[in-house]
């Protein structure tokens, strides 16, 4: 339990499996932990702040057995699991921390996206439909542009906004152009979507990319890190030419359905935890602290800034008879989720509730990972490959590898 005496009286409670960052929201009042589990048996007449993760649904129920509740705070870039028509009935306020996870996922996609091309082994420049250009998926059309691909973007909300709006990450740079998603069907080869999960308003995103539209498109890949619910992934398995995809949120979470996870055509399937980056959870909790001490009119709370640890580089050889490993090698062994992955297929054949206790407890009991610009990368070649090496180099840089070093040498270890 977090407490900073007599000045503060507020009570928080503060979902269990919030690490990251937790002493900082310790700081901003009397706390105490909660199982997302075990939220109903919570006595909750005294909280006055609930922070919580995408995990716990707030709703009138919850709201009606906590009447001193003046804010609920979610350590989440999303906040679809928070009902905001009944928040604001009830006079609650909230925050979120929007973009906390966007590097994290763009890893994530950035894998995903290398490892689909690799398999559909093409003979020109990939063309990438975009889905939504918030914070991930700006991130992701910079990386994409930057190993050369071919970039369509579509964000309907974001167009109207600004008309004729192009997205970049840098001055100076080649922007795509915002089109509708049926031009992306028309003419892209796979899509990562990047949207909230919005049910109502006249861009709502839940079921906005179906099987028949991409059946009827050029697109053979897909990748949903937003939300289940956005993309008919299990029907999108079913189809007499199933796409290629990458999933880490599921219609039916957290209960993936069998299909896809014993579907060949799933080249990546992992528990919800795109986001599940080092850097990415302390801004999680660390965005919350000032919202949270301005709603209680509170003393501020000191921030500080992320510390990464120091991780040994992945080291890199040239091979006389095969070159350097694959990118989506070297990217999948940086992202190292593969364990994940194989533990959740491993669950396709038990029952529901079965699964979806293992999908938590996957979900909920891994380290998180450190984030692509914090890992480093030594590529080591002879002297004659540096040109075939420092194109690796820029590769892995393009895809956001923070410290990538090219070593060369005369002649190669015997």
């Not at 350590?75 to 609650?92: C, W």
């Not at 795509?176 to 003419?187: A, N, S």
């Not at 364990?339 to 079965?354: I, S």
Request: aromatic share 4%.
């Amino acid at each position: 339990m977090g407490e900073r005496g007599d000045t503060m009286t507020a009570n928080l409670l503060i979902d269990a499996n919030i690490t990251a960052g937790r002493d900082l929201l310790e700081q901003c009042g009397n706390s105490r932990t909660f199982q997302t589990e075990n939220l109903e048996k919570e006595d909750l007449r005294d909280v006055q702040g609930l922070i919580c993760r995408t995990a716990t649904k707030v709703g009138p129920a919850l709201l009606d057995r906590a009447p001193s509740l003046k804010f609920v705070a979610t350590a989440s870039a999303g906040h679809d699991h928070l009902d905001l028509a009944a928040l604001e009935h009830r006079g609650v306020r909230w925050c979120s921390s929007p973009g906390c996870n966007a590097s994290s996922v763009a890893d994530y996609a950035m894998t995903a996206i290398v490892e689909v091309l690799d398999r559909m082994r093409m003979s020109r420049i990939p063309r990438v439909g975009v889905v939504g250009l918030g914070h991930v998926g700006s991130r992701v059309a910079a990386r994409c542009r930057a190993l050369g691909f071919e970039i369509h973007a579509c964000d309907p909300p974001r167009a109207a906004r600004e008309a004729g709006a192009h997205v970049g990450e840098a001055p100076g740079t080649p922007t795509p152009p915002l089109h509708p998603l049926t031009t992306l069907l028309g003419e892209c080869d796979l899509l990562t979507v990047h949207v909230p999960l919005t049910r109502v308003g006249p861009h709502a995103t839940h079921g906005l990319l179906k099987a028949r539209d991409v059946s009827a498109s050029s697109v053979r890949a897909v990748i949903n890190t937003s939300r289940g619910g956005i993309v008919e992934a299990t029907r999108l398995a079913e189809l007499s030419q199933p796409v290629l995809q990458a999933i880490d949120v599921w219609e039916a979470e957290p209960s993936p359905s069998p299909a896809l996870l014993g579907a060949a055509e799933v080249v990546m399937a992992t528990p919800h935890i795109a986001g599940y980056g080092a850097a990415a959870k302390w801004a999680a909790s660390a965005l919350l602290v000032s919202p949270i001490t301005s709603i209680l009119n509170s003393p501020p709370v000191a921030v500080p800034s992320f510390n990464a640890p120091e991780v040994p580089p992945l080291t890199v050889h040239w091979d006389t008879t095969t070159g350097f490993p694959p990118l989506a090698v070297l990217l999948r062994t940086l992202l190292g989720v593969d364990p994940l992955d194989r533990a959740l297929r491993a669950c396709a054949d038990v029952p529901d509730e079965e699964r979806a206790a293992a999908f938590r407890s996957l979900r909920n009991s891994q380290p998180y990972r450190l984030e692509f610009a914090y890992k480093g990368v030594a590529v080591h070649a002879p002297a004659a490959r540096r040109e075939v090496a420092a194109e690796l180099v820029a590769q892995l840089e393009a895809c956001g590898v923070g410290r990538v070093k090219l070593h060369t040498q005369e002649r190669t270890a015997t």
